[in-house]
């Protein structure tokens, strides 16, 4: 099999985890280690864990002084300053894959910044959500200043944007156009005549080429609508800036499934030659054509495959990977096969986890199996050299444990996230995502209540615990033969009542061998 | 000059001479000036093939001057009239950053590609309103200049 965009759909407001039953591919591709998925703000509760690491993100950046390159004031300039904009294109065909490098900068700095891999910057999709995200409109967050709010916004939180501007007649249109430069901006013309060079010069003639439907309309007109400095040179100062051009760019890969890019040397050859940078402080300075795919930089949409020739078969590792996965999720209770060996524990009493007390359900697992997946050593995340096919290959490469929560059953589950951790002895609700235990969040969407007469749809999970294994237990020189898998339901929204609970069935751990 | 410097230099050209640069009295029928009480009118003629690039057809609307509202956001509306057919719609643009700029000629101006419907592809000349339309506030004091307009 291959492994295809719509693969690595994962749920709404997922971290580390996914829905089985409905979604096994996007399992498969969570055990893969595939890039995060870039989500919709409209999915995201305001405490959620992508909002909270983008908040955490950028009061880091904006706290430090404008002298250091990984600061809120030096990655703006980059874009602009009071006066014009600096290194970025406009009305030039470089404007998408620019702002590509430009918003995945920040994407890389807010996870190294807050630990947090996951992390994928959010978008916002103004057609089908026409106010400022709510996370962005208030001037404090829990009692302190909310980083995300701009007091320059000329938008209130109750304007709204107009059909003539986002609707989806307007996107129809965009992603109806065929040809590159119509649809993301010609090539710049100097002087009458057209690009002829790789020259750094051309990449920043603003304004030098024809502005295509998807800059000239949404691009720009949500700019003004926010206004502002969102409507000056300066936007990149305002954090809506990411999330808006955040929805460009997933419109560009959303064209790009059906349509493909320039193929002109001059625009897939040029080299935004220090314009960016890598998290450490070293100059990133990517090609155009090093841009073209989310997925090789880290992060996807979760839409489908790019037109044009048949992307590679992915390596063999993947391949024998994805085909044990296959087998794992087709068979439940399997107990074992080629590769692949399982381990179930059942919910006997049908404990209950909730907000006060976790639930705890230990899974006698074989010592070998899970010393072999603590003492492989861990692998790249790929963000260091921006190389995730290869970090990819080297994680399906090593053995892997999987937990499976099955049949859930649960209650107020649209007010409750339920983490997962492991092997955590003071487990209670104030302990953080970032706690060493942590292995991942998973939400319930939809009505789980079995209403008008059907039975109660009962949802099943699975996580990945490799990560969290490697962490506790790589340096151990003995382990355990039993693992503690443990759900802490925590409130989205206080306001709207006590978190709900969670009822598992039975919870399986699998280890599957390359 | 560069082009960046262009654009600098007609930026402050435009902060300097202020609310006077546009006679704003002259946007009427077949000016090239658009403001909310009037639209600019101009006639888009067939470009010459420059033999770049196969594209579908499409208008390319010119803009050589900028000034934006004291009051709101404005976006431009393009529609274009064949012979003595109903205009219609055929894009919006928006001019960001929102702030004036003016180039002294079409070298220096900023172009926005509209693709053509297909009732209108295959015109050799188009007649072209530009319409400045308010998204918040009054949009009162927005100018737009046109340096004109091609069917490419």
Redesign the interface.
Known sequence: MTVSRRDVLLQGSVIGAGLIAANTAGIEALAQGQPPLRQSLANLQLNDPVLQAWRDGVAQMKAKPANDPISWASFAAIH?NA???NLCP??NWYFLPWHRAFLLMYERTVRQLTRHNDFALPYWDWTNNRQMPAAFTQPTYNGAPNPLFEPQR??SPT?S??D??VGQG?IN?ILG???F??FG???PR???S?QDSLDQ?WI??????????LE??P???V???V?GLM???Q?ALDPIFMMHHCNIDRIWALWNANNQNSS?PLWTNMTFQQNFYNPDGSFYSPKVSDLYSPETLGYTYGLPAPAGPAAAAPPAAIMALNDKLRTLFATPNLRGGAGIQTFAAQNAQNATATAERPLEIPVEVDRSLLSAVARHPAPSSGNELLNFNAAREQRASGPRALAFIRDIAVTQHKNTFYRVFIDCDYLSQATPVSDPHYVGTFGIFGEHAGHGGKPAAAPSMAVDLTGTIKRLYGSATEHSGRILVQIQPVTIRAKAGPAGTAAPNRVEVAFVSP | M???AF??TG?VLAVAAGPAFWDTSVAQNNSPVATVSSPAVVTAAAAPE?G??S??P?V?VSVTGFRPPRD????A?VKAQKDDQPEQEI?????????GFTAADS?G???????LPKELAGSKALKLGVYLVP??GSGEGAVLELGGAEIR
């Open positions: 602009g006066s014009n904009f406009h009305g000329d938008a304007d944007l107009t003539e501007i307007v249109t156009q065929t040809d430069e119509t901006t010609s090539r100097r002087n009458g057209p010069s920043n003639c603003e304004f030098c080429g024809d502005s295509g439907t000239s309309n691009h720009n007109n700019h003004n609508f206004g409507g000056s040179s936007s002109d | 560069g082009n960046r654009l600098i930026v420059e770049i690039v594209q579908p499409r390319i709101g956001a404005v976006e509306v894009g919006r643009f928006g001019i960001f950053p929102s702030t070298s101006a900023r172009r926005f590609g509209l693709p998204f918040r």
